[in-house]
Nanobody, 124 residues
Framework: QVQLVESGGGLVQAGGSLRLSCAAS????????MGWFRQAPGKEREFVTA????????RYADSVKARFTISRDNAKNTVYLQMNSLKPEDTAVYYC?????????????????WGQGTQVTVSS
């Protein structure tokens, strides 16, 4: 069982930046692919970005390309999401997730463990 705890959310003005962190309890963290998803009120949870087990492969949703960066530190069992040039439409609860299969999957069903989420609010 992998426990994931997100942190770093908050309120920021449009154009600002935030860095989210997701700490994993599992010692075999380095074998999992990690993803970030987000869910705005009244909308489906959507894929944001993912990184494979080694950090050598990443994938981004078109809506966040060139603004968001995912990275991981396997020594610290932590994955990060650096969010720059934030827009009001980025407002959502952000969830990290772990996939045993190791790839940069965009589907929610590919992920085995989920965090509780952290709120990101971008004001205009």
């Amino acid at each position: 069982q992998v426990q994931l705890v997100e942190s770093g959310g908050g309120l920021v003005q449009a154009g600002g930046s935030l860095r989210l962190s997701c700490a994993a309890s599992e010692g075999t963290f380095s074998s999992y692919a990690m993803g970030w998803f987000r869910q705005a009120p009244g909308k489906e949870r959507e894929f944001v970005t993912a990184i494979n087990w080694s950090g050598g492969s990443t994938r981004y949703a078109d809506s966040v390309k060139a603004r968001f960066t995912i990275s991981r530190d396997n020594a610290k069992n932590t994955v990060y999401l650096q969010m720059n040039s934030l827009k009001p439409e980025d407002t959502a609860v952000y969830y990290c997730a772990a996939s045993y299969y190791g790839g940069t999957y965009t589907s929610k069903s590919a992920y085995d463990y989920w965090g509780q989420g952290t709120q990101v609010t971008v004001s205009s």
